[in-house]
């Protein structure tokens, strides 16, 4: 069962083979099993989730059951859940349990779905590795003293150790697509504006979309059929026809124009990764795409670029928690000012504090030209690369990042070496772009490698297509870590 | 790029974080390095470039102005740290 396509257990629910309040059982002491040593998930609740289960069964004997009704699907922290612990990962909300539901959380209530947890995640989507949450490291399932990847490292660990059918994540500078690479699983962050950020709490708004992380690529497109959709309270939200994400998957490749962007195979990219990667690219070719090199000149710009719009709009986002409305406040203070002070002292970790700092100075008299003025207009350079580059080919490909999971600590104290983990997703992010990443094989130290793969505005389906055909092809995306 | 612990005390000051003396200068080290990453910026000729805060070309949405959420007041207070009668307390600002 817990190798089951969603697909699978979507029909397997409607002819009543299993039950949700069975399925939801299986997967609840699954994780009551496993996860004191993954630590993937911050919050589980099993009468909510078995409730939820006992309304699906109901619908489904009503004969109302849709593709994703009664299958149990993880949520990532950052997404308000109406009556559920929400703490992105941070102590500021150690008590936020909260009075509303985020779109997202809407669009998979209404579709049946079972909400089986809450995944751990770095503090507000701030970290690569996981190791940032209040909440303790999540355990890499493939090697428990390697990182996850972040920040929805505790959904990438959950979908690979098989905790849940498939789980959401969020990606602002590659934090669905990294953690999928070294969890061995897949995600996919849409183009921006395809799922509303309503309840979803805000890090970079500019940059910040919801995705799906599963197992396969037609997983993601069943759970992108339910997640994508206009919302009016999110202002960014775009007013789009609804697709379906599924309809081109058995489309053949023949003819696909893959770009390959010389700078994703540069200096910095470990020997076993670009491996992995090239026979990925192979393997396409037998599948009948073509391969065209390409040029994303500015895209070794998009760190710094990213390294100030990012933590400057999360200086006015996390501007809101200040000890008074909801969340952290401090015990002891002296006057307001102190207990603003205090409260988010004490509330934020060393990883938010700093991209605060950052923020809050590029953003301060006199230096906003310097800064911000620039990174936007260089944004605007690496999204004209991408344009640039979609004249030649339909899609993008290369390496998820750079290494495989490292160790926990490895990257020390020096957050520059942790944030050019991210180097092959974030020009992604700033151009607004779909990408997404599958599995494609194994590194020297036996962790997975991922696949990145581009695609031009409202590609998702053309990027499924070809990661699907990729997955009947092969089967990296089949693999589960053994021992756990 | 060097920060000097008057920079960082101001920015720490203006974030509403309360720092001590060793959180400082620590900060000040890494921000340091942040922002030699950052300085790579300076050398691109941006001249003419227009500056793009989203991805899409879309305009703002306008809606019609009438109230379209309940109240729920105390729904949203029950997770407050301290209310009294409907109202956030906060220590006195005016005497």
């Known amino acids: 069962m817990f190798e089951s396509s969603l697909k699978q257990l979507g029909d397997a629910l409607r002819a009543k083979k299993i039950s949700s309040v069975e399925l939801t059982q299986l997967y609840l002491d699954k994780i009551s099993k496993l996860n004191p040593e993954l630590n993937a998930f911050i919050t589980v609740n099993p009468d909510i989730s078995l409730a939820q289960a006992r309304d699906a069964d109901a619908r489904m004997a009503a004969g109302k ?13 950052i997404f308000c859940s109406k009556g559920w612990l929400t703490t992105c990962g941070s102590k500021m909300l150690h008590n936020f349990v909260s009075p509303y539901d985020a ?32 909440y303790g490291t999540v355990k890499n399932p493939w090697n428990t003293e390697n990182v996850p990847g972040g920040s929805s490292g505790g959904t990438a660990a959950a979908v690979a150790a098989r905790l849940c059918a498939a789980a959401t994540g969020t990606d602002t500078g590659g934090s669905i697509r990294q953690p999928a690479a ?10 921006y504006g395809v799922c509303s950020r309503f309840g979803m709490i805000a890090f970079a708004s500019s940059l910040d979309q919801a995705g799906p992380m599963g197992r396969s690529a037609e997983d993601l497109a069943l759970l992108l059929n339910t997640m994508a959709g206009f919302d009016e309270r999110d202002s960014t939200s775009l007013q789009r026809d609804k697709e379906d994400y599924t309809r081109d998957l058995d489309k053949p490749l023949n003819g696909l124009r893959i770009g390959l962007p010389k700078e994703f195979f540069a200096e910095g990219l470990s020997n076993d990764v670009a491996q992995a990667v090239e026979a990925a690219i192979g393997e396409y070719k037998k599948l009948g795409a073509t391969v065209v090199d390409i040029s994303l000149p500015n895209s070794k710009l998009s760190v710094p670029v990213y390294y100030v719009l990012a933590p400057a709009e999360a200086s006015s986002n996390l501007s809101r928690f200040d000890g008074v409305r909801y969340g952290y406040r401090a015990s002891e203070y002296d006057d307001l000012a102190d207990m603003y002070e205090k409260s988010r002292a004490q509330g934020f970790g060393e990883e938010v504090k700093r991209r605060i700092m ?14 911000y003025l620039q990174a936007q207009k260089i944004r605007r350079l690496i999204a004209q690369d991408f344009t640039e580059a979609y004249k030649h080919c339909d899609i993008i490909m290369g390496p998820t990042a750079p290494s495989t999971a490292f160790k926990f600590g490895e990257k ?6 942790m944030y050019l983990s991210d180097i092959y997703t974030i020009a992604v992010n700033l151009a607004g772009l779909p990408g997404m990443s599958i599995p494609c094989g194994f590194g020297d130290n036996d962790m997975p490698v991922g696949l990145q793969i581009i695609g ?16 009947l092809a092969t089967d990296w995306h089949n693999r589960a870590p053994q021992g756990l | 790029m060097s920060l000097t612990t008057t920079d960082v005390q101001k920015v720490a000051r203006l974030a509403r974080l309360s720092m001590n003396d060793q959180e400082i200068e620590s900060a ?9 990453l950052i300085e790579q910026m300076q050398a691109v000729d941006t001249s003419g470039i227009e500056p793009m805060s989203h991805a899409q070309d879309v305009s703002q949405r306008l809606r019609e102005d009438t109230v379209t959420e309940n109240n729920q007041r105390e729904a949203f207070q029950v997770i407050a740290p301290q209310v009294e009668n409907g109202l956030y307390l906060v220590p006195k600002v005016i005497e």
């Open chain 1, 456 to 471: 031009n505005y409202f590609d998702e389906a053309r990027m499924l297509n070809a990661a699907h055909q990729y997955q």
């Open chain 1, 103 to 134: 779109h997202v959380i809407q669009q998979f209530n209404n579709a049946g779905a079972i909400n089986i947890g809450k995944t751990n995640m770095d503090e507000f989507a701030m970290g690569s590795s996981n190791e940032t949450s209040h």
């Open chain 1, 358 to 371: 950052i923020g809050t100075y590029v953003l301060s008299h006199g230096y906003y030209d310097a800064y």
């Open chain 1, 182 to 191: 070294l969890c061995g699983i897949s995600g996919l962050k849409p183009t």
């Open chain 1, 412 to 417: 020390g104290d020096d957050p520059v070496q």
């Open chain 1, 65 to 77: 059951g849709e593709a994703l009704t009664g299958i149990p699907i993880a949520q990532k922290d």
């Open chain 2, 28 to 36: 000040r080290k890494q921000l340091s390095g942040i922002f030699d």
